[in-house]
């Protein structure tokens, strides 16, 4: 019987004292003078996926222990580029006087600023609040870092409407729409119509039609996605999804309907795992073809 309660204090002390309870989040670390850091641009990702990438350096004679949590917020020195929140929690450890690069998955909070620029440095900020971040979480658990996920950031932190919360996932849009309508204390939209070319990602009632392609040999499986960005580097709308491209050489095809987008020009962007591998710019005065 004492070896059973002897076994049993272990397994609540094992349950206590969880891996991460050692860890320092990155902002308590900074202004305890633990560690220094620096963030920069992440050139090679879009504002969604991993738009930052952050240096810390080891200030001490001994390890340390480091996490960058869910929901923590960045904000540029240039106000006219978006803030950014991350969406998904890092660790890390560094030994003494040791520096690391990594990078951070994170979306913009300000749909109406441009997106993040190369020469663009952030500053660290705060963690977000208790709403935001508990949507920023979700994103996690759910793995939607893409225009979908980013668009349910936006009707948070922004108030876009929660019509604009669309993909190609059309399960996982509603289930967002509801959550983010829930959190918000507003009614959730009906769902699109068929001919909602807007909304429906699916729906090929285009006034107006934009197609082209992309050819690209992909050296193994690999998520891909086209998608449609603004003079400032916005996402406007994903065009093409696949989240496993088997290995080969493909023809990419993509079209939209012109009619929703009113400005002179737009980058078209293929993606695959989470970095920019090919880029063009198209307008939108007549039909084109990118190979």
């Not at 909304?199 to 998608?227: C, D, E, H, L």
Request: hydrophobic letters at 35%; glycine letters at 4%.
């Amino acid at each position: 019987m004492k070896k059973l309660s002897f076994l049993i204090i272990i397994v609540v002390l094992l349950f206590a004292f969880k891996p991460d309870d050692n860890f320092v989040t990155i902002d308590k670390a900074v202004n305890a003078g633990l560690i220094s850091c620096s963030v920069k641009v992440n050139p090679g990702s879009t504002h969604y996926i991993k738009p930052l990438a952050i240096t810390v350096k080891n200030n001490k004679s001994t390890p340390i222990a480091l996490k960058v949590p869910n929901g923590m917020q960045f904000f540029p020195l240039d106000s006219s580029y978006q803030n950014l929140i991350t969406t998904q929690e890092e660790l890390l450890t560094l030994n003494p006087e040791k520096s690391v690069t990594i990078p951070l998955y994170a979306m913009c909070t300000e749909h109406s600023d441009r997106a993040p620029a190369p020469d663009v440095h952030y500053n660290l900020g705060k963690q977000a609040n208790d709403k935001v971040t508990k949507l920023t979480q979700y994103i996690e658990k759910q793995k939607l870092h893409d225009p979908l996920g980013q668009s349910a950031v936006w009707a948070m932190t922004s108030g876009t409407p929660l019509e604009d919360i669309t993909g190609f996932d059309t399960t996982a849009a509603r289930q967002l729409i509801k959550y983010v309508a829930n959190a918000l204390g507003k009614p959730i939209p009906p769902p699109p119509a068929p001919d909602d070319s807007r909304r429906n990602y699916y729906s090929t009632n285009y006034s107006r039609t934009m197609s082209g392609y992309f050819n690209y040999n992909f050296p193994k499986t690999m998520a891909v996605t086209i998608a449609l960005f603004n003079k400032d580097n916005i996402v406007v709308r994903e065009l093409y999804r696949n989240t496993k491209e088997t290995p080969g050489s493909h023809k990419l095809e993509y079209k939209f309907d012109a009619t929703l987008y009113n400005d002179s020009f737009y980058y078209l962007r293929l993606i695959a795992d989470g970095e920019i591998i090919l880029s063009s710019t198209v307008k939108t005065k007549h039909n084109i073809n990118n190979n």
